[in-house]
């Protein structure tokens, strides 16, 4: 039913873990569904420099997880927030069709760590310094 | 493909999925054998080829028939559990025509959903509740009885969770209100001495799969005297219950599994209990985890476990590799995406059900393999606990258990 992609990044996940300190935390999904997973970031000079995750989940939501931090790492924030739910499901070589909704949850979660980066930056920002233009 | 198949086969493997199928025993398949090419008449043909395979038959039908304490005309064959279920349940229904039918909610599917065909043909059917150990209490079945209640069908034993029923109380109950008795007997036989007569039971299913023997053949149990309309109709084999040319190979084989099956069940039963105690001691040294169904009252082969945070199919997948084969409840992992019945019926949260295991031993499992199992099974949960960011988390599995709440 799985790609051997999709194994291979199930038994060999990359970036498995937390960052200690990450500018920015995304917590995606449902335990009731099955799926929990949380990414941290870290950014320097608008790179993702560092990407990790922590999946409660199923082969598709372990293997999404680990690919999208490959796919994330040293994007710029901008191109990160293109990559898509299809993007990682595409590099896995596909995901079976009962998956790519519940599982394929790993690009929302990056997304909304970047948020989380995002709204700390600004708030700080604005707190520390006057940056309306 | 061929090469990743021959690499799996090259590592150590253990079964541990006996409740999905078993291993033929090479005595069976000994047994078949000649069935195929060289006694290969239709038994109901009145040559000496049809004769053949029409003598082998009844005698596979007195060894199936022994296993239960039944008399061989008591036993019709089908093509298996799920054939004996929809024959028993639809067919006493179908000569009633109306009525009402008390079950219970950890059934098979085969009996559910045949249940849920009936209410869409205006039966009634009322889903009894368990305990939290899979149990159905008789009383429960008692009060539920009506005027109108035509047929009690509960399982011998939970194929999940492994639980037996009181099935030798709820057929007395049935007994004297003179309303027959079904159960559902696929994966206790063999393993629970059944005696239909003794326990007062009307209608038995089997399987042949489950004992040992070939798939795609099983019997249903009538004692005499118990109507029911066939559900498949046709040429009138087995006494005009259930056309279609005689599965005799099958048939054959099914009846050297119920052969070995009793001879060795006093052996088998000893071996697989012994071993499930150590499967169910060892697993339980692992942090957070349960036994789900009755502490004893349960299948000599089964084992079922629930670990915190993590999810049964990511469990299964990895103990595949290391050449375990097991089973869970998780949603994950069925087709429909939701979980087991059997452990929503028991009373567990959707979070519990998904970190799920069910292990099925075998009479050719070894003691050594479950030392094996026991360690990867530990090295496995601990390895997906490191990735779970619900492990140790408190606040995380504390939060989501108050959502929990507000869901139910």
């Known amino acids: 039913m799985y790609t051997e992609k999709v194994l291979e990044n199930f038994r060999n996940p990359k970036n498995m873990g937390e960052i200690e300190n990450a500018d920015g935390i995304g917590t995606v999904g449902n335990p009731i569904c099955g799926d929990l997973m949380t990414i941290y970031i870290q950014v320097k000079d608008d790179k993702l420099e560092n990407v990790k995750f922590k999946t409660f989940g199923c082969a598709a939501a372990i293997a999404t997880s680990s690919m999208i931090t490959e796919l994330a790492k040293g994007k710029t924030i901008e191109e990160a927030l293109k990559i898509t739910r299809d993007d990682v499901a595409k590099e896995l070589d596909g995901l079976p069709p009962i998956k790519m909704h519940c599982s394929n949850l790993a690009a929302e979660g990056l997304h909304a760590a970047i948020e989380d980066y995002k709204r700390k930056r600004d708030g700080g920002r604005l707190c520390r310094d006057d940056r309306v233009a | ?408």
């Open chain 2, 1 to 408: 493909m061929n090469e990743s198949v021959n690499m799996k086969s090259a590592k150590k493997r253990v079964y541990l999925d006996h409740a999905a199928t078993t291993p033929v025993d090479p005595e069976v398949v000994d047994a078949m054998q000649p069935y195929f090419t060289r006694f290969y008449g239709n038994a109901s043909s009145l040559h000496s080829y049809g004769q053949e395979a029409h003598n082998a038959m009844e005698d596979a039908r007195k060894k199936v028939a022994a296993l239960i304490g039944a008399e061989s005309e008591e036993l019709i064959f089908t093509a298996g559990g799920t054939e004996s279920d929809n024959m028993a349940i639809k067919g006493v229904a179908h000569k009633k025509k109306r009525g009402h039918i008390i079950t219970s909610s950890i059934e098979h599917p085969a009996v559910l959903e045949a249940c849920r065909a009936l209410e869409r043909g205006g039966f009634e059917v009322t889903y009894l509740p368990v305990d939290r150990f899979g149990m159905v209490n008789p009383l429960d079945v008692e009060s539920a009885i009506n005027d109108k209640t035509i047929l009690i069908s509960i399982m011998h034993a939970n194929n999940e969770i492994g639980t037996i029923q009181p099935i030798e109380e709820i057929a007395k109950i049935a007994s004297e209100r003179g309303i027959p008795f079904h159960t559902d007997a696929v994966q206790s036989a063999g393993k629970v001495s059944i005696d239909v007569r003794r326990m007062n039971i009307d209608l038995l299913s089997l399987s042949s799969h489950k004992i040992h023997g070939p798939k795609g053949v099983g019997a249903l149990y009538i004692k005499k005297g118990v109507q029911i309309e066939p559900i498949i109709h046709g040429g009138g084999h087995e006494r005009g219950l259930r056309s279609s040319t005689e599965n005799v190979p099958g048939i054959v084989g099914f009846g050297t599994a119920c052969e070995l099956a009793q001879d060795r069940m006093k052996v088998d039963v000893h071996h697989l209990a012994e071993m499930r105690d150590r499967l169910i001691q060892g697993a339980l040294t692992i942090e957070e985890s349960y036994l789900n169904g009755h502490p004893t009252k349960r299948l000599p082969n089964n084992a079922h476990f629930r670990f915190t945070a993590i999810e049964g199919e990511s469990l299964i997948l990895s103990l595949d590799e290391r050449g375990i084969a097991a089973s869970t409840g998780s949603a994950c992992s069925s087709k429909k995406l939701v979980p087991s019945h059997v452990l929503m019926a028991i009373g567990l949260t959707e979070v519990e059900a998904h970190g799920s295991l069910r292990l099925t031993l075998g009479r050719e499992n070894t003691s050594e393999e479950i030392a094996y199992v026991v360690e990867a099974l530990s090295e496995v949960v601990e390895r997906l606990r490191e990735m779970s960011p619900l492990w140790k988390k408190d606040l995380e599995l504390a939060k989501w258990k108050e959502k929990l709440k507000d869901v139910h």
